[in-house]
């Protein structure tokens, strides 16, 4: 079986190229790929070609514009790269017989109450980001090719910046830090969304009727106050140097660091279809992160 993943550079893209090896022959790709193939997600129509030329059983889509607040104001690009290229992937899909895996976001619902949004919720973005993956989203499911959405959320990796470094570096500088705390989700591994990816694809192959969307984070939740607060407890409960004391890590509202896109109050993804279909258990989301400082760490 020959799986094209594209994205392969990013956080998921880079632990997609470990969990899918055991399925199949991966061509993976980025935008800056070598070679005649295109995987520019800029140019939508060029990623049709090269579908055709490879010819894969099974698209994943591990690429997209996630710089949240820049999206604001390069509207077109972001729809570009966010749902005209997973649609025409969706498109030579469906010709094909392909199954197309592809990635989602909380993002896609307004962030309003305190109830987990379960997959048939009500959408509501409230930035270009949000309302570019909802249109991704549309699109495939319009085209009619056998898909697999995960919407997910929070999404950290050992390769690269992510939060929890952030966290240590400030702590280890700082007398007095301020966090967000009325943002609530669960922080969720790339590898664990990879593993996921694999597990559901390896299913789906047997079993056509679990096409769908699903929501796919760690269980648990918390706020960034909160996972801030995880962080520097076990850097300090390793020896590691931090400057800041526990109690002068402040919560502070969303409203104290203005952004030009508006965040989602409410985060949480209800993960039980997910679950119940593919016979999953998912671990709290400590037990990720806390793996992530066993790295960063040591």
């Keep these: 079986m020959k799986i094209l993943l594209l994205g392969k550079n990013g956080q998921v893209g880079w632990e997609l190229q470990r969990s899918l090896a055991p399925l199949g022959e991966v061509v993976a790709l980025d935008f800056d ?43 077109d690009l972001v729809r570009a790269i966010n749902a005209t290229a997973p649609g025409v992937l969706a498109r030579e899909a469906a010709a094909s017989g392909a199954w ?17 949004w379960v997959e048939d919720s009500p959408t509501g973005p409230l930035s270009v980001y949000g309302r570019t993956k909802l249109e991704g989203e ?3 499911r319009a085209s009619g090719c056998r ?3 995960f919407r997910t959320s929070w999404v950290y990796a050992v390769r690269g910046g992510n939060f929890a470094k ?10 007095r830090l301020t966090v967000i705390d009325d943002q609530i ?3 969720t591994g790339a590898d664990l969304l990879a593993d996921l990816t694999a597990h559901a694809l390896r299913s789906a192959q ?33 020896g590691r140097p931090v400057k800041v004391a526990e109690h002068a890590i402040e919560p502070v509202p969303t409203s104290a660091f203005p952004t030009p896109a508006r965040r989602p109050h409410n985060s949480r993804l209800d993960t039980r279809k997910l679950q119940h279909t593919f016979g999953l258990s998912l671990p709290p989301w400590q037990a990720g992160v806390d793996r992530l400082l066993a790295e960063v760490l040591t």
């Design 147 to 149: 898909h697999l959405i």
């Design 185 to 187: 989700g669960a922080p």
């Design 166 to 175: 952030t966290m240590l570096k400030l702590a280890a500088e700082r007398d």
């Design 206 to 238: 047997t079993r056509p009727e679990l096409a769908g969307t699903y929501h796919a984070v760690a269980s648990g939740e918390t706020s960034w106050h909160g996972y801030a607060r995880h962080v520097i407890g076990v850097a300090r409960a390793a």
């Design 33 to 75: 790929s070598p070679g005649p193939l295109s995987a520019d997600f800029s140019r939508p129509e060029s990623l049709a070609a090269t579908v055709r030329a490879i010819a894969p059983q099974i698209i994943v889509n591990a690429a997209a514009h996630t710089a949240v607040d820049k999206a604001e104001s390069e509207p």
């Design 138 to 140: 549309q699109a495939i």
């Design 100 to 116: 197309l895996m592809h990635y989602s976001t909380d993002y896609v619902f307004d962030g309003s109450g305190d109830r987990p």
